[in-house]
């Protein structure tokens, strides 16, 4: 098993930033990629940004250029800095561990984001 824990979130203005950080705890070290989705209301759950144990990073479209996902070098907290945050990334952030060997994943409880326009 493999426990996340989050903080970072918040309301924010459009324009503004906001940093997230999460944890993993548990079984981590396989090889496992860590990452961050979102869900806005009425909308599916999906990708924002995702880092492969080996360092590779993955963004959506929409949040190129603007957020950027970073690790300590215990490979155990990530964290993602949104920059430029505009009113259509309001969402509940989820902390998402996925272990490739074994094939499971697991979430956080997420955390709110707001931007107001």
């Known amino acids: 098993q493999v426990q996340l824990v989050e903080s970072g979130g918040g309301l924010v203005q459009a324009g503004g930033s906001l940093r997230l950080s999460c944890t993993a705890s548990?079984?981590?070290?396989?090889?496992?990629?860590m990452g961050w989705h979102r869900q806005a209301p009425g909308k599916q759950r999906e990708l924002v940004a995702s880092?492969?144990?080996?360092?590779?990073?993955n963004y959506a479209d929409s949040v190129e250029g603007r957020f950027f996902i970073s690790r300590d070098k215990a490979k155990t907290t990530i964290y993602l800095q949104m920059n430029s945050l505009k009113p259509e990334d309001t969402a509940v952030y989820y902390c998402?561990?996925?272990?490739?060997?074994?094939?499971?994943?697991?979430w956080g409880q997420g955390t709110q984001v707001t931007v107001s326009s």
């Open positions: 548990g079984s981590t070290g396989d090889i496992h990629t």
């Open positions: 880092m492969l144990s080996s360092g590779s990073v």
């Open positions: 998402n561990y996925y272990r490739w060997i074994r094939g499971d994943e697991f």
